[in-house]
């Protein structure tokens, strides 16, 4: 079973900042959070990692609360282009690594 | 440009028949993966692989054969076991060392069968 809860689908304002959610409650020490996003009958994007600082990129950012047991992707200025579902992951890093996919959150861009 | 590459993009086959995905990668990343995809669902995995010579089984690996016979190359045997072919199909690879990476996945290829 995947090692994050997200919510099903959220829907945002062309222009507006998307904050995308996700719980990652049993997240180990030693393990990051990466969010992928998948636009309809494409491969995975990877968009942005962390492990417990901040971090941004030129396409979004990542907040990881002080626990870590949770963390906000924001996507500063959404546009169309940004519909697609986003997948939040937690990494197990070692010998038998896989990423384990969830369901993600179907993000609808409002015109 | 360094990419991961999975053929065909559409792929139709009778029921019954074996049919292999390929996927290639020229990024020099030792893992590979092989996920399917459900319409509306999220990704699951069949197939991984570690190293040259040696994979595991995901989570739906019934029906399904791999092979790594080079760093390059893992490609994805669908067999006529599987019961519900009919999925989109993708590849990913992944460095190995350090938990500070991501994985680059294919464009997938989605597999029909009639």
């Known amino acids: 079973d995947a090692k994050t809860t997200q919510p099903t689908s959220m829907d945002c304002a062309e222009g507006r900042a998307a904050n995308l959610p996700c719980n990652h409650s049993?997240?180990?020490?030693?393990?990051?959070v990466y969010w992928y996003r998948q636009i309809h009958s494409q491969g995975p994007q990877y968009i942005i990692h962390?492990?417990?600082n901040n971090e941004t990129n030129e396409m979004a950012s990542l907040i990881i609360t002080e626990d870590r047991k949770s963390s906000t992707l924001i996507l500063p200025h959404a546009t169309l282009r940004d519909t697609a579902v986003y997948y939040c992951?937690?990494?197990?890093?070692?010998?038998?690594?896989?990423?384990?996919f969830g369901k993600g959150t179907r993000l609808h861009i409002l015109p | 440009d360094g990419g991961i590459t999975q053929s065909p993009k559409y792929l139709f086959r009778k029921e019954g028949q074996n049919v292999t995905l390929s996927c290639e990668q020229n990024?020099?990343?030792?893992?590979m993966y092989w996920y399917r995809q459900d319409p509306g669902q999220g990704l699951r995995l069949i197939y991984y692989?570690?190293?040259?010579?040696?994979?595991q089984k995901g989570d739906i690996a019934e029906g399904y054969s791999v092979s790594r016979e080079k760093k390059e190359s893992f490609p994805l045997t669908v067999t006529s076991a599987q019961k519900n072919p009919t999925a989109f199909y993708l590849c990913?690879?992944?460095?190995?060392?350090?938990?500070?990476?991501?994985?680059?996945f294919g464009s997938g290829t989605r597999l029909t069968v009639v």
């Open positions: 692989s570690q190293i040259v010579n040696d994979f």
């Open positions: 049993t997240i180990s020490g030693n393990e990051y």
């Open positions: 992951i937690v990494r197990v890093g070692n010998r038998d690594d896989k990423i384990i």
């Open positions: 962390g492990l417990k």
């Open positions: 990024l020099n990343h030792d893992a």
């Open positions: 990913a690879s992944s460095p190995r060392d350090g938990n500070n990476y991501g994985y680059t």
